[in-house]
């Protein structure tokens, strides 16, 4: 019998079909988050500096790791950076512990539905494409959004996709792959919040203003993101792994020869 046709991986999603669920716990994400050097510190403290050295993380990294659902980031509360690509999400939920969130990466789950990210009053760049967002309602995206990806869904072909986003969004520089015009009515929009203000990513993409007041670090945090991420090029690289394994292990394993019947 030929061997049954293996189904073809189109979306991260599809690695983790099958596999054990992944929560999202504090070790996890200071073992994803840190260097090894920064997790060998890390471990060396004691109590109250371990906890506060949690609280004062910037950025989190928890992409491919196949979790199901976002819990567990309370102690984060000064996070400015969370990158959750390539999951198996179905919900955006629980980032109202994350109030000084900026830069928010979502794409290649499962989302249906963009919801629970009002709060998110200082998010600047959203990356939702990949989805499976057939409509959504605009009042739901932070008005700080300045750049934001929905392409891979449904919605981008909804009439007045655009334009409902550009109405409610004054902020918006770049929408998918597409950079908003200036608008005269494009006010630029944040809530601050109390204490310093942190370095912002609206500064990268703003209009009359582009490259001002950026951070190096933020700076090459956007433009190795657009390089890397936008264009799916670890996608494809995994996809392309696959293959390869999945071939090799074909050649390396043929069918077995039909049994000889015995003959006394």
């Known amino acids: 019998m030929a061997d049954a046709e293996e189904e073809e991986i189109t979306h991260p999603a599809q690695f983790w079909e099958g596999k054990p669920e992944k929560m999202i716990t504090l070790r996890l994400v200071m073992e994803k988050s840190l260097t090894q050097a920064e997790l060998t510190e890390y471990d060396a403290l004691e109590e109250d500096a371990a906890l506060e050295r949690v609280r004062r ?5 928890l ?3 196949g979790l199901s659902e976002i819990n567990g980031l309370e102690p984060f509360e000064q996070a400015e950076v969370l990158y959750l690509q390539a999951n198996r999400l179905r919900r955006i939920e629980n980032l109202d512990w994350l109030p000084r969130l900026q830069f928010l990466a ?12 009002t709060e998110l009053r200082q998010l600047q760049f959203l990356d939702l494409s990949r989805n ?3 409509d959504f309602d605009a009042r739901e995206l932070p008005r700080s959004i300045d750049t934001l990806n929905l392409l891979g869904n449904a919605c981008v072909a909804v009439e007045g996709y655009r334009e409902k986003l550009v109405a409610h969004l004054p902020n918006l520089a770049q ?3 597409d950079a908003v015009a200036d608008s005269p009515s494009h006010e630029v929009v944040t809530e601050p919040l ?7 990513l609206g500064a990268y993409w703003m209009r009359k203003d582009l490259h001002a007041g950026v951070t190096a ?8 993101y657009s390089i890397e991420a936008l264009s799916t090029s670890e996608f494809s690289q995994k996809v392309a792994d696959a293959t390869a394994r999945s071939r090799a292990r074909r050649e390396a394993t043929p069918l ?3 049994m000889a019947s015995n003959s006394d």
């Open 57 to 61: 993380l910037k950025s989190i990294h």
């Open 63 to 65: 992409h491919w790791l």
């Open 106 to 117: 979502l794409q290649c789950n499962r989302i249906a539905v963009v919801e629970n990210l």
């Open 132 to 134: 499976q967002i057939a």
């Open 175 to 177: 929408l998918d792959d």
């Open 194 to 200: 109390e204490g310093p203000a942190p370095g912002g």
């Open 217 to 224: 670090d933020m700076k090459d945090l956007i433009e190795a």
């Open 256 to 258: 077995p020869a039909p």
